[in-house]
Nanobody, 115 residues
Framework: QVRLVESGGGLVQPGGSLRLSCAAS????????MGWHRQTPGNQRELVAG???????DYADSVKGRFTISRDNAKNTVYLQMNMLKPEDTAVYYC?????????WGQGVQVTVSS
């Protein structure tokens, strides 16, 4: 089982930056894949950025060049650095971890981009 605790959301103006953190309850070396999804009301959850096995990194086209996913293995934490934020980035952001064939989710953090 994996417990995920997210932090770092909030309100930011367009063009600003935020960094989200996702702390896992176990070593992330043992986790097959980790990443970030986001969801807006009435819409499905969509992948924002993620690590897959073999060190492959995926990004949604809408965030390429603006968002960067990274990890600190010693802290069992995955980060999402979000720069040049746009109002359309407003959503609840969820961290996910794929472990032993099951996907685990964090509680979600609200990111609001507005002037």
């Amino acid at each position: 089982q994996v417990r995920l605790v997210e932090s770092g959301g909030g309100l930011v103006q367009p063009g600003g930056s935020l960094r989200l953190s996702c702390a896992a309850s176990r070593s992330i070396f043992s986790i097959t894949a980790m990443g970030w999804h986001r969801q807006t009301p009435g819409n499905q959850r969509e992948l924002v950025a993620g690590f897959r096995s073999g060190g492959v990194t995926d990004y949604a086209d809408s965030v390429k060049g603006r968002f960067t996913i990274s990890r600190d293995n010693a802290k069992n934490t995955v980060y999402l650095q979000m720069n040049m934020l746009k109002p359309e980035d407003t959503a609840v952001y969820y961290c996910n971890a794929d472990f032993t064939g099951r996907r685990y989710w964090g509680q979600g953090v609200q990111v609001t981009v507005s002037s």
